[in-house]
């Protein structure tokens, strides 16, 4: 199929004009390595907005989950209890450190980690939960912060969903011991590449940084407070260029009209498929938002009632020029992992890979475009009903 103007993709990353400015800045101060001007600039912006004050930012999510799986002690025979429904970043990380995954089912009502399975799969081997707000839409910290602190466990967050939303006022990625953010091309604010560690409980602190810095205590060296740095522990290199947390800034600059605009679409897909008929006569669900500062307008799912139908509108939607996409493959049925997790059905992870579907959704998109997908999505029902 030929793509042409009226095509409408999934994702159109935003771009800052700012960030032309900023790189050229960090150039000309000549100190682009990592740390510098404007990765301090970043890490200020997450303290002032969302009252994170320990964060390093990173070269990925990825990297920021490895991060925490090294802070957090994995090793050999560990247990880390992980949603399915998820990127693979969110166990590999641990399954690098020679984790076993347990995998935990999704709720019935939306695809993130259902709290009543997680009791379940805790035993004297698990060490730490990961939780992964999905859509931005967060997870039930109550019940799973009474998890937490009954079995003692270190929870850690993959944010790479969920900037800017909350819970109950207070921002996702302040509720975990780690917590871990992207900025990669396909989240709500893009450096192409990048991420962000934030760490809530201060006893990692120390460690990251080394961590961090290949395993040296270069970064106290350069606060001078000692005067030779040398190889004190085991680490890597997480720290991101001053280029990419330049054009990071630019669009920080523009965090709440970015913000704005994908809520709006969000609100709007959502206000006009609830009145439908095709939605009333339950041809498909809407995301299930208990409570409205829950959302933070990062993906627009509906979903159908078979994987069948899922694809055959995908298929529909792309021969009108619109391009929907299914998402994850649950880890749990992955062929990297299927065998060492066995036949645990997991009803509801498998129901969102076979019957979710991701509308496009990107601050430029326009209010008409998805008017042109409402009406394309009923034209689907409508013609498969004759
Ligand atoms: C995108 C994503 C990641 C990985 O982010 P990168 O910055 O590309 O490493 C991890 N977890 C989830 C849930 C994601 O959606």
Redesign the pocket.
Known sequence: MKINKNFIPYNKPFFAHESLNFIKDAISKKTIASDGFYTKKCQKFFADKFNFQNTFLTP??????EMAALLANISEGDEVIVPSY??T??ANAFVLRGAKIKFADSNIYNPNIDPSEIEKLITNKTKAIVI?H?AGIACDMNAIKLITKKFGLLLIE?C??AINSYFYGKPLGSFGDLS?F???D??NISSG???LLVINNKRFLNRAEIIREKGTNRAAFFRGEINKYSWVDIGSSFLCSEITSAYLYGQLCNFDKIQEKRVKIFDYYYSKLKKKSIYKSGLFELPNIINLENRNGHIFYIILKSGKVRDQLIIFLRENNVQAISHYISLHSSKFYIKEHGSRPLKNADKYTNCLLRLPLYPNLKLNEVNKIINLIEKFFKDSKS
């Open positions: 990925s999510c990825t990297a920021s989950l998820t990127f970043s969110s992964v999905y993959d790479a969903h871990c992207s900025f990669h396909t989240k590449e990048g991420g």
